[in-house]
């Protein structure tokens, strides 16, 4: 048996890096485009080293199970074709003894993808944004990120969903007030300008829901005061010293490790209980993003589990030995499973939808349609 476990592994680590250098590279090259096309005319070869170097882990986060998908089904396809698979049963070998090296490798690959997506990959996301931050404009405006917590500004927190040059969509200001409880302000819309003589950055909102807590009441609860105004300006004060300054880099949630994330949503769970009735909402839809994004990176890691059980299910059945069959179907499955991983984004900030379990579906779709099918085929 030692013989066939060698031969098996053998064939799958081949495929698998074959694939695997074909992916990465596909993926890298549309990546490498996309910044081509924004930052034309400042691009040098230190720069796509770089950019290279930092941008692997997260390509290989998805390329390796894509290509250890797209392995399974080359290497069962072709072992089935040439009617080794029934040679090996008409011998009494069970076919779940035979998968026994495809899923030590399973395994090997999972903690890889986890170590990847937890550790290397908020790193080097990090490193990515702060390349980008250097090749764009040293205009302040450097400093406004969507999907940042930016707290750049003394006494302001300030998180915006969309920007769009100097417009952007959907604003939530946090403003602490010496001597006074902390004012939240919420925005639709507005449009940033900068003020070079006066070293501000001006924010312009509009449609605007501002909420003050005020003294507590006679009984000791807090009470809010909400006030909706049409058009509001925020000066922010510049200070040249953060415009190059890396360690003020603003942070954004895939920057962080996954128990840096359970450790900001321990700290959102005490806060919830004495927030206000905006605050509330907005932290529950925090919680989420937190809870999706962890969920996220360990689906995709351990998708190379389900991918295996499904990968030699339908490699057995397609009867094929062309090198080019499983290519087709693994992206088709993995698709479906990319799928699953955007819907639960999209649906990251509306907690009652359960987002964080939504990625988890075409794990376990896929993983107990694999096995029901395998069990078939054990069988015959």
Known sequence: MKIIDRYILKNHVMSFLFTLTIFTFVLFTGTLFKVIQMFIGKIDLMFIAEFFIFSVPYLLSYAIPMAFLTAVLLVFGQLSAENEITALKASGVSIYRVIIAPIAMALLLTIVCVIINDI???VCQYKLRQ??????TKSPTALIEPGVFIDHFDGYLIYIDEIDGVKFKNISIQQEIPGK?????????????????????ILKLYDVLLEQQSEKDNDGSPDFIHARMGMVPVEL????????????????????KI??????????DRTLENAGPMQ????????????????????LAFSCLAFLFIGVSLGIRTHR???????????????????????GKALKEYPDFFPYIIVWIPNVCLGILGIFLL???AGR
């Open 237 to 256: 004060n510049l200070d040249a010293d953060y415009a190059g300054s890396e360690k003020r880099q603003a942070k954004r949630m895939k920057d962080y």
């Open 375 to 377: 069990r078939k085929i």
């Open 120 to 122: 290397v990959l908020p």
């Open 259 to 268: 128990r840096e994330l359970l450790r900001q949503k321990r700290q959102m």
């Open 131 to 136: 390349l980008r931050r250097e090749l764009g």
């Open 321 to 343: 030995s062309e090198k080019t069959v499983g290519i087709p179907v693994g992206l088709a499955l993995f698709a479906v499973h990319y799928g699953f991983t955007l819907f």
């Open 181 to 201: 409880l902390p004012r939240f302000i919420k925005a639709e819309y507005g449009s940033f300008e900068v003020d070079t003589e006066r070293k501000l950055l």
């Open 280 to 299: 509330k909402v907005k932290i529950r839809e925090q919680i989420s993003e937190i809870l999706t994004e962890i969920n996220t990176r360990l689906s």
